[in-house]
């Protein structure tokens, strides 16, 4: 009868008010969690069939719990370097362990960014997911497969170990005098005499010829070592424009197979007349394009090669002299600038908006360690929550698409910021008040219900 159905409609409005209390709840708890998506309860009238004509038959109501993953919360800066939001549609792909990752592992989706390095050099957000990404090669590389998960693993910027960066390039910026003539032994004495030059002259000066202009430079080597190379010119009397020149180790027992005490080339340095550097009629290089000094391996049989006591890798150093000078000004070296670090620590991490990360060492070395890949689905909205304020997908969000960041809609990656909660309190609390009158509505309901109920069975007294 039309008075149960009463009840029955008081009751489903109980059932729905109580879910819209619950879902109110939850969003006011999480203002100020990270990335929370809120939640809101919609109400869908229930129809029932109507048995007798002209009677009324109450159906009450039904709550539709709807989810907005896909709203954009606000982006604020954050202090460390490792809290990264996302602009855009992505969702960071996160595990719940580090290590042996395999693909049958559930992967979980959040936007989450709060990541910290843990005790085993982890990016692990505050729910303890893990954060994943496609690592580098030895030589850096990275080659990203958007179709396996698999192909991910956790991010880890401590298991690189310590670094070395073996010196490549020196950029020189220096000026030679054109007017250089401080050398203590004449040209002629240099050029017709082989015992004098001015790498005898470092070894002895007692030996050798001493250089109008010298300067040293330090390189790494391959075993983070600071080993000392030096370059010497002798202006050239019976040429414009040219000098004779010297690379020479020191000290010279750093080097062997060397037809003077630690010499590595010697040769012509010759300028333009502007005062540029000449490449072409130089003869201290070779060919060489840039300028290139070349030394073996001390167990190479031949050449010149670093003192087998070193024990050291072979050295390839090309030298940026672009900005190598000859003007009638004192001869003076402006800047030095290789490109070697020695031996250092892991002692930072950053992210760019690329999503690379790269690990930060003490002796400036900066080495690319993974990139990230943030997932996509057609509708985030039918993502299926789990704890942590993560989500799996679902048959109503569809299939994920990984990508790298900036690709696809994906969006990009901000460093030092989080995601804001998309909660806006005023109207919760506005929700709040609303929820409950419509609760008491329906106690009433019920409380009304009952006394008819009771008035129809007191007839019969």
Do not use: C
């Not at 060489?288 to 050295?315: K, Q, T």
């Not at 109503?396 to 910021?417: F, R």
Request: aromatic share 8%; glycine share 10%.
């Amino acid at each position: 009868m039309s008075i149960n159905s009463a009840l029955l409609a008081g009751v489903s409005g109980l059932v729905a008010n109580s879910a819209s209390m619950a879902a109110i709840s939850d969003n006011i708890a999480n203002t100020n969690t990270t990335a929370y998506k809120r939640s809101q309860i919609n109400f869908s009238n229930v129809v029932t069939a109507q048995v007798v004509k002209g009677r009324y038959s109450a159906g009450g109501v039904e709550a539709i719990t709807r989810n907005f993953i896909s709203n954009q919360g606000l982006i604020q800066a954050a202090s460390s370097p490792t809290d990264l939001a996302i602009a855009g549609n992505g969702f960071f792909v996160v595990t719940d362990k580090g290590v042996n990752v395999t693909s049958q592992d559930p992967r979980y989706f959040t936007r989450s960014g709060s990541f910290s390095v843990d005790s085993d050099g982890y990016l692990v957000n505050d729910s303890g997911y893990y954060l994943q990404g496609w690592p580098s090669d030895a030589a850096g590389n990275i080659t990203p497969d958007p179709s396996d998960l698999a192909q991910m693993k956790s991010i880890n910027i401590k298991d690189l170990g310590a670094q070395v960066l073996q010196t490549s390039e020196v950029i020189i910026n220096a000026n030679l005098d054109k007017r250089g003539v401080t050398g203590s032994v004449g040209d002629a004495t240099y050029v017709n005499n082989t015992a004098f030059s001015m790498a005898d002259y470092a070894n002895n000066p007692a030996t050798g010829t001493k250089p109008d202009f010298s300067f040293q430079m330090n390189v790494i080597d391959s075993g983070g070592g600071t080993r000392r190379i030096a370059m010497a010119f002798l202006k050239d009397s019976s040429a414009a424009n040219s000098w004779h020149a010297e690379i020479y180790a020191v000290p010279a027992t750093d080097v062997a197979g060397a037809t003077r005490p630690g010499q590595i080339r010697a040769g012509k340095v010759t300028f333009n007349s502007d005062g540029s550097f000449n490449q072409t009629t130089s003869t201290l290089f070779g060919l060489g394009n840039p300028p290139n000094i070349a030394i073996a391996a001390s167990s190479a049989a031949a050449g010149i090669r670093w003192a087998a006591g070193l024990g050291i890798e072979a050295s390839d150093v090309d030298l940026d002299l672009t900005k190598f000078t000859q003007f009638s000004a004192t001869s003076t070296v402006t800047s030095l600038n290789p490109n070697g670090a020695p031996l250092g620590n892991v002692v930072g991490v950053e992210v760019s908006e690329e999503g690379r990360v790269s690990a930060i060492f003490d002796n400036n070395l900066i080495r690319l360690v993974a990139q990230i890949g943030l997932a996509t689905f057609a509708n985030p909205d039918g993502l299926e929550a789990v704890g942590g304020n993560a989500y799996i997908q679902s048959t109503e969000s569809g299939e994920y698409s990984v990508k790298q960041p900036q690709l696809g809609g994906a969006g990009k990656i901000e460093s030092s910021a989080l995601e804001a909660s998309t909660v806006d309190l005023s109207s919760e609390f506005t929700g709040l008040i609303t929820t409950q009158r419509a609760y008491s509505a329906s106690s009433k309901i019920i409380t009304t219900a009952d006394q008819m109920l009771e008035e129809l069975i007191n007839i019969k007294r």
